[in-house]
């Protein structure tokens, strides 16, 4: 018997649409706090086996907890000590590097001269028209990135303060889950969040690996080149892996216009984009498959759109956080099955869609066409060796097709009984 008082699909498509909007327009409102509050999360999740190693070893939950976001902060401000300490080096030989800078772009007004006949008044106004029109820009990104002064202080401030709370009362939390989802079988709630646990966990742990590496690689790449400070340049494009697809990229364009300036050539320039760009795809086809494997499954369309979502919502942040949200999202989606087919949409697909009779075999899998019969047949010979005393065997064979589930039919035991009936 239906349920006469089911909702239309219509009007159920459009609530589902209404409340997406409302929530992201509550996010968009509160991303002051809720920035701070989702990287609190991601780093109490890296934590987490740091403060669970802590507790084994007899120190109280809140001790590990403390111990634990005290490491996060050393390590973090011993990365910002690096950047920091390396570009006040950097900066030191500012004027050398400022006059080469200087001779590389008068060579190329004269290239621009000869090459397109502008002349040099005209070529210099149009350069510093696009100039004030870039950093204009540039100051509206960075202001509605990183917001106000205030704000981002802030931000650092209560960043650690979440996380240690989310590591003291992570239990606390998981209760909540049973409760809030009583509908649901609390072993289902609690599978949900393991599963959710561990693909950020894979995708937090996999991205430092993958960071580290890229390091190397960056690093070796520009010392092979004789790029000065190859370390600072070649950690900095892997830190700048946190925005996907597009860090290694945008990482390498600073050491290329640094060997624009202090070397004589421009090869090496292209050298330092190219290496980069081999990195990118290493990083991207063997490195990242083979360290975090299929353990955080989005498609990249996908996760090209929830980037330019996130970067929408909360700039900078949003890029950062965009992969592991969207990871998350796809676990709970798999665990709803009205949502199922949601988080389908975001994973990945698998080798039967790629196939180039895919198609075939998809609507096949859906019933939509029948699978066409084989009408070849299959000729069987068989050759039977028999001991003369043994008793008159009759075995029989019939030609089949191949779309035929049995491919034989055993006559021997009827022959046999038989036989006993005729004595």
Do not use: C
Request: proline letters at 3%; hydrophobic letters at 50%; aromatic letters at 10%.
């Amino acid at each position: 018997m239906q349920n006469s008082n089911k909702l239309p699909y219509s009007v159920s498509l459009a609530a589902s649409l209404f409340a997406t909007t409302l929530i992201l327009a509550f996010m968009y409102a509160t991303q002051s706090l809720l920035v701070p509050l989702l990287f609190s999360i991601l780093i109490a999740i890296s934590l987490f086996p740091l403060a669970s190693f802590l507790e084994r070893i007899r120190l109280p939950r809140a001790v590990a907890a403390i111990v634990s976001v005290v490491v996060a902060i050393a390590i973090i401000t011993l990365l910002g000590w690096f950047i920091i300490h390396q570009s006040i080096i950097i900066g030191k030989n500012a004027s050398s590097i400022t006059y080469k800078v200087l001779s590389v772009i008068e060579r190329g007004i004269v290239w621009a001269e000869q090459t397109f006949n502008v002349q040099r008044n005209d070529l210099v106004a149009q350069v510093q028209e696009q100039g004030e029109k870039i950093m204009s820009n540039a100051g509206t990104v960075l202001t509605n990135t990183f917001g106000s002064i205030s704000g981002l202080i802030a931000g650092m401030v209560m960043v650690p303060i979440f996380t240690f709370f989310l590591l003291y009362y992570r239990d606390f939390f998981r209760e909540f889950f049973f409760k809030a989802f009583k509908s649901s079988s609390n072993k289902k709630v609690n599978d949900t969040l393991n599963k959710v646990y561990d693909v950020v966990q894979n995708y937090l742990l996999g991205l430092i690996t993958v960071m580290g590496i890229v390091a190397i690689l960056n690093t070796l790449g520009l010392i092979i080149l004789g790029i000065e400070y190859a370390w600072f340049f070649g950690t900095l494009a892997s830190l700048l892996m946190l925005l996907p697809y597009i860090g290694i990229a945008i990482g390498s364009i600073l050491p290329a216009l640094f060997a624009l300036a202090v070397k004589d050539n421009a090869w090496y320039a292209i050298g330092v984009v190219a290496w980069f760009q081999v990195v990118q795809f290493l990083e991207g086809n063997i490195i990242t498959p083979n360290i975090v494997g299929g353990k955080v499954s989005i498609n990249p369309l996908m996760a090209l759109i929830t980037l330019l979502l996130g970067g929408m919502l909360f700039g900078l942040s949003g890029l950062i956080l965009a992969l592991p949200l969207t990871a998350t999202i796809k676990v709970i989606f798999d665990a709803i099955p009205s949502m199922e087919a949601f988080g389908f949409l975001i994973g990945e697909p698998e080798k039967q869609h790629l196939k180039r009779n895919a198609t075939q075999e998809l609507l096949t899998k859906w019933g939509i066409v029948k699978k066409p019969k084989i009408k070849s047949k299959i000729q069987v010979d068989i050759n039977v060796e028999t001991d003369a005393k043994a008793a008159d065997t009759t075995i029989s064979y019939k030609e089949i097709n191949e779309s035929e589930e049995v491919p034989y039919t055993d006559v021997t035991s009827n022959k046999t009984n038989q036989k006993l009936d005729d004595k």
